[in-house]
């Protein structure tokens, strides 16, 4: 038999992974060697050369950018073309979850319509516990009695003990789960039925060096205990996810649960510089627990990394952009928006470059997490659709309830929700009952004003179910809604700065349910469509329009949200004793491997950069440069390229000799970071319980 084509585009190891029949399989390798182009091509062999029904696979990957890259490479024609790969699940193991529990509701603990809080909104769900439990002054006026043993310890621990069940108990009653609740009842819903997964034949990860006890427990279930076929791919050198319980330890642990797994090892980059792979290599070297292993890359040694300093925050985000301007000035349109990004270790670092880009008209975009749900305005918005769909959901009808202003005040909200609870009543139930004047409700004490705009909400609510159950669209049910809440005036009345470009967010997402309908067939729209709508907007928060947006953008990612993908130039910024170890580290060789991953992005450029000075909250930090670079051998700073092509040796040699102004610009402080002492130790109450549930939630 002749190799299919798509086989001459690997190496030796790579074609030994692809073809090999083991029925429990090992891709491991460092960054950039071709593992997860070995896993895509092992698909399409499995089913062109195996037969293998494409239904009967499941791909599972970390991002979500991650599971569409992988399903666009699929759709090749040169590998399985777009009507092999439709049938085939490629997703992340969230994603998995949630539409095995939409597809089998009923033999859940939830119901029908439940939704999925998104990170923020379980936060915003355990203020509203911690509240209800224990007023924050209280823990203020605490802390000042004299003669108590550490009582703010104490009372934390207590806090948090009391808080998981009662926060759990509130995610069930209002027809909710989060993140990590998906995988729970996902994998309940597994080992209770494992007949939903009969169809089931193979199951293939990627960057399996991350996947948590909860995620290893769904891919033995997905396996039938072992019964059917695994690959996994991972470098347990770009392990980062430890703070979240994943555990690289899970190869070996597949070892022992699958007999006779093989493993292959690919030893080959294809994506760096020699430059950039020595620098990065030097980052993890000194890890003692290294398994080490060797990666080469025939490539050409590239011009060298660029370790620069700043004098401030503000700075470094103003030498980062002239860098970008110089590249993309010499790279004669060789390198473009797209091929640029900037790492950082937290999100909270954006700022600074997300203004000096502006100001420079370098278009971005801020990649990492739900950047687009995180708008204010489309949380707005999503709030209606949400409670409108699910009647229960507690924290979308706080957000709405006041937006746009009904008069009504805090203590009347919690009077709303109090009744509901006490009557048993659904909060849209309680409305109507308040609004009816129900005995129940007399006590109330709703201005007259305020009942007014209840009975608008109600209508609105009774419009908007109308539409659903006429299978209306869910783009002109947001429309709908946005326009009879009349969002538009309230936007130019609240945010007379920026009205117009968070206008323009509503328009997007908007455009985004629209574009989302328009994937569905003909009768699934109506209650089933707007349900889909909200998995998406969750799950993804991204959408194809922001995809396109990114063509022509210089990225903003985390360091974690970059792993798996790659760019000519990369800027790895922050890198500071203090930001990168982060100081409550616990852990500093996953500390120095997530600088591994963000430095082995890089394709040519690489740039590290550091601060001298930072303000944070209120106070000015001096930083060193982090520990992990400052012994960088020289070797593989700013080295001049040798062997690359006529275009980019003359750039890159125009780069490197073009002197570098360092510009002394002032701090500009903008007055944000400061909390009050209750704020902060509110904030570190709300905090420790996030951390704490996750703990519960995982193991
Ligand atoms: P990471 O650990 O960062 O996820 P990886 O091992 O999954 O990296 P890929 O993303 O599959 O690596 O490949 C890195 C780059 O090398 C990609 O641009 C890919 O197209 C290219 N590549 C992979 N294999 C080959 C090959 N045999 N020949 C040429 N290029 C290759
Ligand atoms: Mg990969």
């Known amino acids: 038999m002749t190799n299919p084509d798509y086989l001459d585009k690997l190496n030796d190891y790579q074609k030994e992974a692809v073809v090999s029949d083991a029925k429990y399989l090992q891709i491991l390798a460092g960054p950039g060697s071709g593992k997860t182009r070995a896993l895509t091509?092992?698909?399409?062999?499995?089913?062109?050369?195996?037969?293998?029904?494409?239904?009967?696979?499941?791909?599972?990957?970390?991002?979500n950018k991650a599971a569409k890259e992988m399903k666009q490479r699929l759709e090749q024609p040169s590998l399985l073309g777009q009507e092999q790969s439709s049938p085939l699940s490629v997703s992340t193991f969230h994603a998995l979850c949630a539409q095995l529990l939409y597809r089998h509701v009923d033999l859940t603990l939830l119901e029908k319509n439940f939704v999925i809080a998104d990170a923020d909104r379980s936060?915003?769900?355990?203020?509203?516990?911690?509240?209800?439990?224990?007023?924050?002054?209280?823990?203020?006026?605490?802390?000042?009695?004299?003669?108590?043993?550490?009582?703010?310890e104490r009372k934390l621990t207590d806090i948090v003990s009391s808080t998981t069940s009662a926060y759990e108990e509130r995610l069930l009653a209002a027809n909710m789960t989060d993140f990590d609740g998906l995988l729970l009842h996902g994998r309940n819903l597994l080992k209770d039925h494992p007949d939903v997964v009969d169809h089931v034949e193979h199951v293939l990860v990627d960057e399996f060096q991350d996947t948590n006890s909860l995620q290893y427990e769904l891919v033995w279930l997905l396996t039938h205990g072992g019964d059917k076929s695994l690959t996994v791919v991972g470098d347990p050198d770009q392990s980062i996810f430890g703070w979240r319980y994943a555990n690289k330890g899970h190869f070996e642990k597949m070892k022992a649960d699958y007999e006779n797994t093989v493993v292959v090892h690919l030893k080959e980059n294809y994506r760096s510089t020699k430059s950039i792979l020595a620098g990065a290599g030097h980052v993890v070297a000194k890890d003692p627990k290294r398994l080490s292993r060797e990666l080469f890359t025939n490539n050409p040694d590239g011009c060298g990394i660029s370790v620069l300093k700043a004098k401030s925050e503000v700075h470094e985000a103003e030498l980062v952009t002239k860098e970008i301007g110089r590249i993309l000035e010499f790279s004669n349109g060789l390198v473009k928006f797209k091929d640029i990004a900037i790492l950082f270790r937290m999100t909270a670092l954006t700022f600074n470059f997300e203004r000096a880009l502006g100001r420079a008209n370098i278009p971005f975009v801020v990649v990492s997490g739900s950047r687009f749900l995180d708008r204010l305005e489309v949380k707005d918005l999503l709030a209606y659709l949400q409670f409108f769909y699910n009647p229960r959901d507690v924290t979308s009808f706080a957000r709405l309830i006041n937006v746009p202003k009904r008069g009504l005040g805090e203590v009347s909200i919690k009077k709303i929700q109090v009744m509901a609870t006490q009557q048993k009543w659904t909060l849209l139930a309680t409305l109507q009952n308040i609004v009816d004047a129900h005995p129940a409700t007399k006590n109330m004490r709703i201005m007259s004003k305020s009942v007014t705009e209840l009975v608008s909400l109600l209508a609105l609510h009774k419009k908007v179910q109308g539409m659903m159950d006429e299978k209306v669209q869910t783009g002109a049910i947001l429309q709908t809604i946005a326009h009879s809440i009349g969002y538009q005036?309230?936007?130019?009345?609240?945010?007379?700065?920026?009205?117009?470009?968070?206008?323009?967010?509503?328009?997007?997402?908007?455009?985004?349910?629209?574009?989302?309908?328009?994937?569905?067939?003909?009768?699934?729209?109506?209650?089933e469509a707007v349900g889909h709508f909200l998995e998406v907007a969750t799950l993804c928060g991204d959408s194809k329009e922001h995809d396109e947006a990114e063509e022509g953008r210089v990225s903003l990612v985390t360091m974690h949200a970059a792993k798996g993908l790659e760019w000519t130039c990369v800027f790895v910024v922050g890198c500071e004793e203090g930001?990168?170890?982060?100081?409550?580290?616990?852990?500093?060789?996953?500390?120095?491997?997530?600088?591994?991953?963000?430095?082995?992005?890089?394709?040519?450029?690489?740039?590290?950069?550091?601060?001298a000075q930072r303000r944070r909250w209120n106070t000015l930090e001096k930083n060193l440069i982090t520990r992990y670079l400052y012994d960088l051998p020289t070797a593989h700073c700013q080295k001049h390229t040798p062997a690359w092509n006529a275009n980019v040796r003359k750039w890159v040699a125009q780069v490197l000799q073009k002197p570098y102004e360092e510009n002394d610009l002032l701090l500009e402080d903008d007055g944000s970071g400061f909390l009050s002492n209750d704020d902060k130790i509110f904030a570190e109450i709300v905090d420790q319980i996030t951390v704490d549930l996750q703990k519960k939630l995982l193991y």
């Not at 092992?42 to 970390?62: G, I």
């Not at 007379?496 to 729209?525: C, K």
């Not at 100081?583 to 082995?600: G, H, I, K, N």
Request: hydrophobic share 35%.
């Open 579 to 611: 930001i990168l170890p982060l100081p409550w580290t616990t852990d500093l060789e996953e500390e120095s491997r997530v600088l591994y991953v963000a430095m082995t992005r890089a394709k040519c450029f690489l740039y590290c950069t550091h601060s």
């Open 489 to 527: 005036d309230y936007l130019e009345t609240n945010y007379e700065e920026d009205h117009e470009t968070r206008w323009a967010n509503v328009e997007e997402l908007i455009t985004f349910a629209h574009r989302q309908d328009s994937l569905l067939v003909e009768d699934e729209s109506g209650i």
């Open 123 to 152: 936060k915003q769900l355990v203020k509203m516990v911690v509240k209800d439990l224990q007023p924050s002054l209280s823990l203020s006026s605490q802390r000042k009695k004299p003669g108590k043993v550490a009582p703010r």
């Open 41 to 63: 091509t092992r698909v399409a062999w499995m089913v062109k050369e195996n037969n293998v029904d494409p239904s009967s696979l499941v791909v599972v990957t970390f991002t």
